[in-house]
């Protein structure tokens, strides 16, 4: 049984924490955050302690594996402690803002041979998988194009994106996993991006929408179309193209009901309304792994490196911006 601490008790840490529990596997035994609110709220829902401070579980020789959810400003701080306090590690994205910081951890750690896994959950959404599982069985052929569309249904607090990096880093680094993911590594990065005329946008130095494009190794073309908005929901939308065909995974609605009548065909309820009802079974999925990956003593399916490697699509992605120009990857 996997003994696991849940650091940090926000939104991304209760759906951590119900995968956990749903896990036979697992058991969820300690939940640490600094508002005791939260921590005292989602431990007493699974049945673990609690604490103020992430030190209490770390410091618990019974604790196997740390689920690192707290804000992105302390996941290297959190990572460093946690392989120090010899715990396997599940990290939520992005590791940090910043190249230097994330490669100075990683020569921190590295004589360890640390167990990090990152949370990039979307890889274990159960339609993307099946598109990259298909492509990879050669199904549509060479892969000449990618299409990811990633909108969230309204934008964050105008106070939380003075802090998160922007939307090439706290968003779009979905995205761009996502991309290497389904088309290997990249070696071009283009971008263009818009505030859409809104203030809080532009005093956050930051942008509403953007398109990225991207040139694989492969010589595969990858478009992300982003928004920080979307009047009908939560639109998460991927496909591959290639010479012998396409495959699309499409929105998620609450039901597969669909409506005809003399005004309309094919209509659908809402979709899902965001990524705690839309990824529950990627996250899911994810922890899973996590606990395979360990029981298996193998490495994880996505780990540091991916990690890292996202972060450097989204730094390309911030130049291409600022400077207009094409950016090129080692």
């Known amino acids: 049984m996997l003994r696991v601490a849940m650091l940090g008790a926000g939104r991304v840490a209760q759906v951590h924490a119900q995968s956990v529990s749903e896990n036979p596997d697992a058991e969820l035994v300690w939940v640490c955050d600094p508002i005791e609110a939260a921590a005292t709220s989602l431990a007493a829902k699974h049945g673990a302690r609690w604490s103020l401070d992430a030190e209490d579980a770390l410091a618990d020789p019974s604790v196997d594996a740390v689920i690192v959810g707290t804000p992105t400003n302390t996941h290297v701080d959190m990572l460093l402690r946690s392989v120090a306090a010899g715990k396997k590690v599940l990290l939520e994205k992005p590791i940090d803002l910043d190249l230097a910081r994330i490669d100075a951890a990683w020569a921190s750690i590295q004589a360890r041979a640390p167990f990090v896994m990152l949370g990039f959950n979307r890889r274990f959404d159960p339609s993307f998988r099946e598109v990259r599982e298909r492509v990879g069985r050669g199904e549509i052929g060479i892969v000449r194009a990618l299409r990811i569309t990633s909108r969230d249904p309204q934008p964050p607090p105008a106070a939380y994106l003075g802090v998160s990096g922007g939307m090439f880093k706290d968003m779009t680094i979905h ?137 450097a699509l989204a730094e390309a992605a911030n130049e291409s911006v600022s400077t207009g120009r094409v950016v090129k990857l080692g």
């Open 175 to 311: 995205d761009f996993d996502m991309a290497r993911f389904q088309a290997g590594d990249i070696v071009e990065v283009s971008a263009v991006a818009s505030d859409n005329g809104l203030d809080m946008f532009r005093q956050a130095g930051d942008h509403a929408q953007a398109i990225v494009t991207m040139r694989a190794a492969s010589g595969a073309l990858v478009t992300i179309v982003n928004s920080r908005s979307c009047a009908y929901g939560y639109d998460q939308r991927l496909e591959a193209f290639g010479d012998a065909g396409s495959l699309e995974a499409g929105n998620w609605t609450a039901t597969t009901v669909r409506a005809a009548s003399a005004t309309q065909t094919e209509a659908a309820g809402p979709i899902l309304n965001f990524f705690l009802e839309r990824y529950t079974p990627a996250f899911r999925n994810e922890f899973a792994e996590f606990v395979a990956a360990i029981r298996e003593d193998r490495a994880p399916a996505v780990g540091f490196a991916d990690g890292r490697a996202a972060l």
